[in-house]
Nanobody
Framework: VQLQASGGGLVQAGDSLRLSCAAS????????MGWFRQAPGKQREFVAAISWSGGSTYYADSAKGRFTISRDNAKNTVYLQVNSLKPEDTAVYYCAAARTIAVIIQANLHKRVDYWGQGTQVTVSS
């Protein structure tokens, strides 16, 4: 599976973006999907996750209320809608796929993620 993230850019505080993660090589409809981010000088952190069916979603505290994860299995694509962006949201955003959703949510299990995408840069100016 290859995961291609896109949609990042340079925006102003308060703006919105929709990040996309398109999968190729095989369907990811049976995988749980997630978004992570890594800011300069910091460790990669969990942002949001969605179950394979789309029926359950999970968010980091920093993302609750402003970020929305969704998926379209027919398009083999996962999205992250990010609203009311803040300068502290500046980071490289990565998507990932895992057979077990705990692997995405729990930091101590991240090394078990099945597939990682390349990142897309989000830069928020104040």
């Amino acid at each position: 599976v290859q995961l291609q993230a896109s949609g990042g850019g340079l925006v102003q505080a308060g703006d919105s973006l929709r990040l996309s993660c398109a999968a190729s090589g095989r369907t990811v409809s049976s995988y749980n999907m997630g978004w992570f981010r890594q800011a300069p000088g910091k460790q990669r952190e969990f942002v949001a996750a969605i179950s394979w069916s789309g029926g359950s979603t999970y968010y980091a505290d920093s993302a609750k209320g402003r970020f929305t994860i969704s998926r379209d299995n027919a398009k083999n694509t996962v999205y992250l809608q990010v609203n009311s962006l803040k300068p502290e949201d500046t980071a490289v955003y990565y998507c990932a796929a895992a057979r077990t959703i705990a692997v995405i949510i729990q930091a101590n299990l991240h090394k078990r993620v099945d597939y990682w995408g390349q990142g897309t840069q989000v830069t928020v100016s104040s």
